[in-house]
């Protein structure tokens, strides 16, 4: 049985001890881009398969991953490569192989801090997600700071520059099927937090609103406050995965992926949206306006001020618009995966 008392407590606690968040000072136009993108996007509809196997096909030695990053890093800006050949030397990076099948993946890719000293820990599995991942982390160790705007833009600027190191690759003849599988993943990975998502910013919005998760009162003011067409039952279900989330958070024996971070899974989201918005209409300037963006991050930019070196004016951007460019991006891998899959499937 729910015990209702002790939701309403941790959520009004969670709401409480995180009221800076841009996320949950905008829970209402957020949830009405999950709500769009929840009935949008749906990648295995497309893929028309509901299990997909992402194998890849080049073998890349650990070496050649480091060099492959420094290599466009210099392109990018010749101090972001000094200071990536710094982090190496100093420990800020570390590696592991974790081909072995006793590996932990969780454990092995993860960062932090030990003694005031940022490090970040990746695993090489001998493909081409080695340098796409190291590179998408060391973008955010140039913009680590403890600044309001990072947690809307800090998962932006690695979304988008990996696909753009990814378009790199291809340039130097890497696979493009392995390139479009890199690709891929990102977007199913994006797909899988949508749902999860949208209940868990649902629940926080009606508890920052009225505080009140009693299906019948909810369901009487459904349009007023967004409530969906749920059954009894489905609700009393997605209450009691909240809470157990909830009942997780502080305990330190349970992996964070278990926990109740929705603030943590808008980052990958937003961060995947915005990306999709720039790459579906970018120019020669986008991608140094972003780098422009990331260099001036840790210095307090406001959110305004950011979109501003964006060049992006989110009034004036409707989420069906923003849905729909990740639609725009990422229909063309899918279709790209397909004659991959028949190709495969012609030579089997």
């Not at 993860?110 to 695993?123: A, E, P, Q, Y």
């Not at 403890?146 to 696909?163: G, H, K």
Request: include cysteine.
């Amino acid at each position: 049985m729910l015990n209702k008392k002790e939701l309403n407590e941790r959520i009004d606690t969670y709401l409480k001890e995180n009221d800076n968040l841009f996320y949950l000072n905008n829970l209402t136009p957020i949830l009405l881009l999950l709500e769009q993108s929840k009935s949008l996007i749906n990648p295995y509809e497309k893929l028309g398969t509901n299990c997909i196997a992402i194998n890849y096909h080049d073998k890349i030695d650990g070496l050649t991953s480091l060099e492959l990053v420094r290599e466009y890093l210099y392109l990018l800006n010749p101090k972001y490569q000094e200071i990536f050949t710094k982090c190496l030397n100093n420990g800020t990076f570390g590696f592991a192989d974790i081909t072995n099948d006793d590996a932990n993946y969780l454990a092995i890719n993860c960062s932090g801090r030990k003694d005031k000293h940022l490090f970040f820990n990746v695993g090489f599995e001998g493909n081409i997600l080695d340098s796409k991942i190291l590179f998408h982390e060391f973008l955010h160790y140039l913009n680590n700071a403890d600044y309001a705007s990072r947690e809307l833009f800090t998962e932006f600027i690695s979304i988008y520059s990996e696909n753009k190191f990814l378009d790199y690759l291809k340039t130097k003849g890497y696979s493009d099927s392995d390139i479009t599988k890199a690709k891929l993943e990102r977007y199913l990975s994006f797909y899988r937090t949508i749902n999860p998502l949208y209940y868990e910013t649902l629940i926080l919005n009606i508890g920052s609103l009225i505080g009140d998760f009693d299906y019948d009162f909810l369901m009487k003011y459904k349009d007023v406050i967004f409530f969906p067409s749920l059954t009894p039952e489905k609700w009393e279900e997605t209450l009691e995965t909240v809470l157990d989330k909830l009942k997780k958070h502080d305990n330190p024996n349970h992996p964070n992926q278990e926990k109740f971070t929705p603030d943590i899974s808008y980052r990958y989201f937003i961060g995947t949206v915005l990306s999709c918005y720039l790459l579906t209409h970018e120019d020669e300037n986008t991608y140094k306006r972003v780098l422009e963006l990331n260099d001036k991050l840790a210095s307090g930019l406001s959110f305004t001020e950011s979109f501003n070196i964006l060049n992006l004016d989110l009034n004036t951007i409707s989420s069906q618009d923003l849905v729909a460019s990740v639609n725009n991006y990422y229909d063309k891998i899918i279709t790209k995966e397909k004659e991959y899959q028949k190709i495969k499937i012609r030579s089997s």
